[in-house]
């Protein structure tokens, strides 16, 4: 690793710290010694002693993993939401479920053109209550073509068809038939009470909703 490099990745590590909660325990830090002072080791990685850190660089992975961690229904309980009726995905389709995600359906046929971004409503209306929200990631078969997919989250509250923003980086159009399963929607339990529920541009959405930006 370069100079600069090390350097960069010294700030990285400092920013990410600073914005980490205070107060964890230092005692199982590994020191050496060297002509810039102590550093500490940590994959790869020397933060020096003579730097302030709110929490030693050992326990980043410990952070990083609490931060970005979250909880995804399983297939057994996003059933069993459908079945009590705190959960909305119409039409639902038994082979679009999977162990922990649904596969949301395209509505239409369509295009999805190299090298542009295509608008593709799900044939699903989603009806979230406010103890859950959604993430939407692409399907591996269209990231193997170039396609990838944007703005994939969905607020508690939220009720509509959704509308995919998939766009063609490969060189070659990617042909969409009605009823394809063009991505998969997790859903995640909110912890604590939602304040208030989406109620944005796009709530009661039908079909492919443009920007309103």
Known sequence: MSEKEGEFREILCARFLRAAPAGINHAEKRNKSGPAGDRTR????EARKDIHYPTSPYRILYLAVNHIRCMVLSSSLIRARLTDGTLGIEPFAEESLQPSSYD??????TIIKAGALTLVPTMEFVSLPADLCATLLGRSSFGRKGVVLGAGYIDPGFRGNLT?????GGIEDIPVKKGMRVCNMLIHPVEGTVESMYNGNYQDSHGVVQSRL
């Open 42 to 45: 940590f994959f790869g990685f």
């Open 104 to 109: 949301l359906r395209s509505a239409e046929d």
């Open 164 to 168: 995919l923003c998939m766009v063609n």
